[in-house]
């Protein structure tokens, strides 16, 4: 199955130019090696309508998989896990449990992290670490269940 994503870098700083974005390009690095083709990118501001408006785009673009980077942390402008929920069909927090189970071993940190995934509309959307090296490390610990749940979301046969 051919995978199609979107991939959205969610900061203020870096959507106001301030510096440049290194995330949305690692993950958009790391989805070509996958053979998974990269149709939408963009760069927004920690903005729950934006966030919103740009996963809901994506999907209706074809994109079945949603990365978003950015925005799962603690501070008073990390609210990317909340606009998803807001438009979500359903959560999927195996996702966030493993990626917090297994950043356990690289940094005690990661248990702040709010990583997370749902289904959006037609497409499976995972929050991922602002950190360029945390989101690819995030994406790795759950990419074998990124193809089922990328055609669940769809409503396409699989075979499991």
């Not at 974005?21 to 083709?37: I, R, S």
């Not at 740009?54 to 799962?72: A, K, P, V």
Request: hydrophobic content about 40%; aromatic content about 4%; charged content about 20%.
């Amino acid at each position: 199955m051919q995978i199609v994503c979107g991939i959205i870098t969610v900061s203020d700083r870096a959507s106001a130019g301030e510096y440049v974005d290194l995330g949305g390009p690692a993950l958009k690095k790391f989805a070509e090696e996958k053979g998974w083709q990269v149709l939408s990118e963009a760069l927004v501001p920690d903005d729950r309508a934006r966030i919103q408006e740009t996963i809901r785009s994506f999907s209706q673009q074809g994109c079945g998989l949603i990365l978003t980077t950015g925005g799962t942390g603690i501070s008073e402008r990390d609210v990317t896990p909340e606009a998803i929920r807001e438009i979500m069909r359903v959560e999927l927090p195996g996702f966030g449990e493993v990626m917090r189970a297994q950043s356990m071993a690289i940094t005690p940190n990661a248990i702040i992290s709010r990583n997370m995934a749902a289904v959006v509309d037609l497409s499976l959307v995972i929050a991922l670490p602002g950190k360029p090296s945390g989101a690819i490390e995030c994406l790795g610990f759950v990419i074998g269940a990124i193809p089922h749940g990328v055609a669940n979301a769809q409503k396409k046969p699989t075979s499991c």
